[in-house]
């Protein structure tokens, strides 16, 4: 069965940092288009991040713009979302999603795969 699994949230000052990671069981991530989305209690899913197979494209939300960088190691078949200088506003379910393509930005509606997510929260 295909899917994917995402780790590393939990709790974080204002300030501080994590980092997400995105691996995948069933098929291999390395040809798959990524993109990292968050969902606020009672908002929307939003898109974060993505990032192309290749990993020499990548893309931001304005709202993270200079703080997450994302990333992917092919060796490890792991997509990383790096989050820095967190903000309370930041406090979502990270999902990561996957499409068999070279890039699928920040729609919603272009992915295929999606993990469970994981919770991160930033508060004093």
């Known amino acids: 069965q295909s899917q994917l699994v995402e780790s590393g949230g939990g709790l974080v000052q204002p300030g501080g940092s994590l980092r997400l990671s995105c691996t995948a069981s069933g098929f291999n991530l390395d040809y798959y288009a990524i993109g990292w989305f968050r969902q606020a209690p009672g908002k929307e899913r939003e898109g974060v991040s993505c990032?192309?197979?290749?990993?020499?494209?990548?893309n931001y939300a304005d709202s993270v713009k200079g703080r997450f960088t994302i990333s992917r190691d092919h060796a490890k078949k792991t997509v990383y979302l790096q989050m820095n200088s967190l903000k309370p506003e930041d406090t979502a379910v990270y999902y990561c999603a996957a499409t068999y393509s070279d890039y699928a930005g920040l729609h919603i509606g272009s992915y295929d795969y999606w993990g469970q997510g994981t919770q991160v929260t930033v508060s004093s």
């Open positions: 990032i192309t197979t290749g990993g020499d494209n990548t």
